[in-house]
């Protein structure tokens, strides 16, 4: 399996198949040769998972981090994004959402235009 971005479920499935494997042989063993490409793994399995649960773009997740828009751990060269964090972000997004359409609604009624 190619490593790298997940672009779909079928390759989600597959990266948390291979994941799980990898698991299965190495443990908890962090010094295992293979635990650098499970961390690795687990990093493109997060953001396609972040994406999905923010109905985003794969790349989304990532530029979220980059802004700081989206709190993340590091683990050595690895990002990590809590569910709670994720969640958060997600709420606030609904919250504007929701906050811009009812400013477009009050418009529209103020100018009589049947909403």
């Known amino acids: 399996m190619p490593l790298g971005t997940l672009r ?3 390759d989600y499935a597959r990266a948390v198949e291979v994941l799980d494997a990898i698991i299965d042989e190495i443990g908890e063993d962090e010094t295992h040769p293979m635990a650098e490409l499970a961390d690795a793994l687990s990093v493109f399995i997060d953001c396609y998972e972040a994406a999905d649960d923010l109905s985003a773009s794969r790349a989304h997740p990532a530029g979220l981090l980059e802004r ?6 590091k683990a050595g060269t690895l990002r990590r994004i809590s569910l709670k964090n ?8 609904r919250a504007k959402r929701k906050q811009a359409l009812d400013e477009l609604a009050r418009e529209a009624q103020k100018h009589k235009m049947g909403y």
Do not use: F, V, W
Not at 68 to 73: A, F, H, Q, V, Y
């Open 68 to 73: 700081g828009e989206l709190p993340d751990s």
């Open 86 to 93: 994720l969640m958060k972000h997600r709420d606030r997004m």
């Open 8 to 10: 779909t479920a079928k």
